[in-house]
């Protein structure tokens, strides 16, 4: 039995196990991948990212030192979390639990796609998720965002503080009552384009371009040097979704430390109720996690 199993390999869960081997607990590391959305990066034309802030240099170097310890990583996703006598199981997909008297979640979250021509061959490419990563690269640029909630609006609002135009694909007439949607209905460098949806994105090497119909089946093109698809993120934490409390929208409930409503089940970053999807504040959440999954363990080591 292992003393803790950590559940995803983004910046959340790396820190969480590496703080574990350093308190030399046996630790296991059970994800799809290693680096989690860190293996995303936006590219554009004739732009230089040096204003974002994105935390690979931490994320890399715990990343390496999980692929050269191969007897703590397990490589495969895990499908449902149980209780087992005093402890957890953890079940992987290809079979067999692997045991744990302690665990943490960092399973991160899922982006809804559009499923429309283009999204695929130019995501990353000028058309991207994230706008909170990267708007500091739009200072005068035209950009869209599409989305019909909370996100799409928050988005939309710190787009327009540096950029020339910002064009809101999509929203919903509720959604714009709020005090955010009534500041972006005022704004004069952004246009609503209130219950259109889009139908594909355009463009040779990068996204230029967001063809959309309206509700009346108008169709138009939007053109924008970035183009953000911000859709309410889906927590990936259907694995524990039995086990412990979750908020309205389905992400993990945790305290101060990083405990959730069972003793012994521990989560951290973008899968949790914690404040912005950020690569450091991942980082530093998993941090917190393991110090605490270590705090609940001392007893029985
Ligand atoms: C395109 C894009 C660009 C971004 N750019 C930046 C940036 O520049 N700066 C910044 O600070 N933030 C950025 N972010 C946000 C940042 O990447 C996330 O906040 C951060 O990665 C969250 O870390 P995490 O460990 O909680 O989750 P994730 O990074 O999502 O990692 C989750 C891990 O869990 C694994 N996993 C999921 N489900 C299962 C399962 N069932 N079984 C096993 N493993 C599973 C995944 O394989 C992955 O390893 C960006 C996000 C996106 C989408």
Do not use: W
């Amino acid at each position: 039995m292992y003393d803790l199993i950590v559940v995803g390999g983004g910046p959340a869960g790396l820190t969480a196990a590496i703080y574990a081997i350093r308190k030399r607990l046996n630790v296991l590391l059970v994800s799809k991948d290693l680096g989690g959305k860190t293996n995303f990066r936006l590219e554009l034309p004739g732009v230089e990212d040096y204003q974002v802030v994105r935390g690979l240099e931490i994320v890399g170097k715990f990343r390496a030192e999980l692929e050269y310890l191969d007897f703590a990583r397990h490589m495969e996703p895990v499908d449902r979390i149980s209780r087992h006598q005093d402890g957890f199981a953890v079940h992987a997909r290809r079979g067999g639990g692997l045991l744990a008297k302690a665990v943490v979640v960092a399973s991160g979250t899922t982006h809804q796609r559009l499923n429309v021509p283009g999204e695929k061959e130019l995501l990353m490419r000028g058309l991207c998720y994230s706008a909170i990563s990267y708007a500091p690269l739009f200072i005068d640029k035209t950009t869209a965002v599409i989305g019909d909630g909370d996100l799409a609006l928050r988005s939309a609002a710190e787009l327009s503080t540096v950029a020339e135009h910002v064009y809101v694909v999509g929203p919903r007439a509720g959604v714009l009552e709020s005090t955010l949607g009534r500041k972006l209905k005022e704004a004069e460098n952004v246009t609503i384009l209130e219950g259109y949806r889009v139908i594909e994105i355009l463009g040779e090497d990068y996204a230029e371009r967001v063809a959309v119909q309206g509700p009346e089946g108008q169709e138009a093109e939007v053109s924008a040097d970035g183009t953000f698809i911000e859709m309410a993120l889906i927590p990936n934490s259907d694995m524990v979704a039995e086990l412990v409390d979750l908020d309205t929208q389905g992400r993990i409930k945790v305290d101060g430390r990083n405990r959730t409503s069972v003793p012994g089940i521990f989560a951290a970053g973008d899968v949790t109720d914690t404040y912005a999807e950020q690569v450091l504040v991942a980082a530093g959440e998993g941090a917190k996690a393991a110090l605490s999954a270590y705090e609940y363990l001392l007893p029985t080591l």
